[in-house]
């Protein structure tokens, strides 16, 4: 299962000095920049969102998801069982079910909260 998924849009997390604080109610709210289309029509390529560790993640939610084996996926949360969580792409098209320990513990399931085209510094 922890083979390359497609369909899914890697985020790169960003180096800037973002202020989360003004968006975000997290204190350890960081912003990340996505890379790819898979996304569309939600958020696009070059995008940022604030995402929010802290929260409960609930479905109907989107979420960053983070695999043991690195890939990284921007999905919204369908089911969240014990052992395993069920997750969709944005569009719809596509949904994948990952067991729990196939997520990296220290990220696990975080919530996104907000989408934006730019970072004022």
Do not use: W
Not at 43 to 48: A, E, H, K, S, T
Not at 54 to 82: C, F, I, S, W, Y
Not at 97 to 118: K, N
């Amino acid at each position: 299962m922890a083979e390359r998924i497609i369909n899914s849009t890697e985020l790169e997390q960003t180096q800037t000095l973002f202020d989360c604080a003004q968006i975000a109610l997290d204190k350890g709210a960081y912003a990340m920049r996505v890379c790819g289309d898979a996304g569309l029509p939600v958020v696009r390529n070059g995008q940022y969102i604030v995402v929010e560790p802290h929260l409960k993640a609930a479905p109907t939610d989107r979420v960053v998801v983070v695999l043991k084996d690195g890939n990284t996926m921007l999905q919204e949360l369908l089911v969240d069982r014990p052992e395993s969580i069920t997750v969709a792409t944005l569009d719809g098209a596509t949904r994948l079910t990952i067991q729990r320990d196939e997520l990296r513990p220290e990220f696990g399931v975080q919530v996104v909260t907000s989408f934006a085209s730019r970072v004022t510094l």
